[in-house]
């Protein structure tokens, strides 16, 4: 139920998300995991959305790899983003087995998947990096499970799921992660932590 209501709410706010996110987001913490890759590194953009940070890392030089779970969201990354490959995907359904990736970021993203699942996508993107690999990561820093009917359009049913910054600290280290630094991130009225981490 929550992933069909995240993918046909973002499918209805796609034009509305666009116009108001840029790369301005987290871009103390993008510049610093860009600056950790190698040259033309292969990244996942894991909850892309209409492709802010996949053009960020793609104007970089690196190889990006975006996923997201609206159509409409992804219809705006692919204009954004011409040189990147998007994929409609849930990041439930990830399978990232195999070392493909130098970095993943997901930003805004895993706040929207039931957070019983939380754990499980941590350790698909460990799976998913190579050896030492960087992952920057936005998940909550309070503890919350909530709906909106309001998000950005009128009429927009939005949800988000997701554990205190305790918990999530404690998870990445439990998944295999070396943590690196944390931020406070606020937006508006939210407050997140960003994390950034590396593969042990």
């Known amino acids: 139920m929550t992933s069909n209501l995240v993918e046909k709410g973002y499918d209805r706010v796609a034009a509305v998300y666009n116009t108001n996110r840029h790369s301005g987001t987290c871009r103390d913490g993008l510049e610093d995991f860009a600056s950790r890759l190698s040259e033309n590194a292969n990244v ?63 930003l805004y993203a895993i706040i929207h998947v039931d957070r019983k699942f939380h754990r499980e996508i941590l350790s698909k993107f460990y799976e998913g990096l190579k050896p030492s690999g960087f992952l920057l990561l936005l998940t909550g820093w309070g503890d919350y499970v909530g709906t909106e009917d309001d998000y950005l359009v009128k009429g927009t049913r939005m949800s988000w799921s997701y554990f205190d910054r305790d918990v999530n600290l404690r998870m990445i280290k439990q998944s295999g992660f070396r943590i690196i630094w944390t931020k406070r991130d606020k937006k508006g009225k939210g407050v997140h932590l960003l994390v950034l981490a590396r593969k042990m």
């Open 44 to 106: 996942l953009d894991a909850g892309c959305g209409t492709g802010y940070a996949s053009r960020f890392l793609d104007q970089r030089g690196f190889s990006v790899t975006g996923i997201d779970i609206s159509n409409r969201m992804l219809d705006f990354a692919r204009k954004k983003v011409p040189g990147a490959t998007f994929l409609k995907m849930d990041m439930k359904d990830m399978d990232l087995r195999g070392d493909l990736f130098d970095g993943i970021v997901s």
